[in-house]
C-alpha cells in the first residue's frame, strides 16, 4: 500500500473523518523486544525472561506498551505523508490506551484518522487517532490520538 499524499491543509480537512489503512502487519518479535528494553532500560520479566514469563499471566513474554506506541512513526510513515507547512513536530498524545498485550512473535498494523485540525497562531495543529491492531485479536493493541503542530 503506498502512502496517502497530502500536499495542503486543505487536503487534510478533505479527509477528517476518513480512515487511512490499514498498513501492511509488522512483526513483533522478541529480538525487537529485547532491544526496546536495552534502550529504555525496562528490563521487566514480562517482556524479557522467556522461560519465566511462559508461566506468567501473559502465557509468554509481552512486548512493552511504549514499543508498541513507539512504532506510530513507522506506520505514519505508511499511512499518509503530508507535504503541507515548512515543518511537522510532534506536539503530545491523548487518550493513549493498551487494550491488548501484544504477546512476542506477533504482528501488529495501523490504520489513522484525522480527527481535528486547528488554525492557530503558531501553525495548525492537526489531531490524529491511530488504532494499531493484533492480528487474530478481538481489541487493539493500542489506541492513541497524535498531537501534531504543522508550522507555516
Known amino acids: 500500500m503506498s502512502p496517502t499524499v497530502l500536499t495542503s491543509l486543505d487536503d487534510v480537512r478533505a479527509r477528517l473523518g476518513t480512515e487511512l489503512g490499514p498498513t501492511e502487519w509488522e512483526p513483533v518479535?522478541?529480538?525487537r523486544?529485547?532491544?526496546?528494553?536495552?534502550?529504555?532500560?525496562?528490563h521487566q520479566w514480562i517482556h524479557v525472561d522467556v522461560e519465566r514469563a511462559a508461566t506468567g499471566p501473559f502465557g509468554g513474554t509481552i512486548a512493552h506498551g511504549y514499543l508498541t506506541l513507539s512504532l506510530l512513526p513507522l506506520f505514519n510513515k505508511r499511512l499518509f505523508r503530508l507535504d503541507a507547512g515548512s515543518a511537522r513536530v510532534n506536539y503530545g498524545l491523548n487518550k493513549v490506551r493498551f487494550p491488548s498485550p501484544v504477546p512476542a512473535g506477533s504482528r501488529v498494523r495501523a490504520?489513522?484518522?484525522f480527527v481535528e485540525l486547528r488554525d492557530l497562531d503558531?501553525?495548525?495543529?492537526l489531531r490524529t487517532q491511530y488504532v494499531l491492531e493484533l492480528e487474530d485479536a478481538a481489541k487493539p493493541a493500542c489506541v492513541a490520538e497524535s498531537v501534531t503542530l504543522i508550522l507555516p
Open 122 to 125: 503558531t501553525g495548525s495543529q
Open 111 to 113: 490504520t489513522a484518522s
Open 29 to 31: 518479535s522478541q529480538e
Open 33 to 42: 523486544i529485547n532491544a526496546f528494553a536495552e534502550l529504555t532500560g525496562d
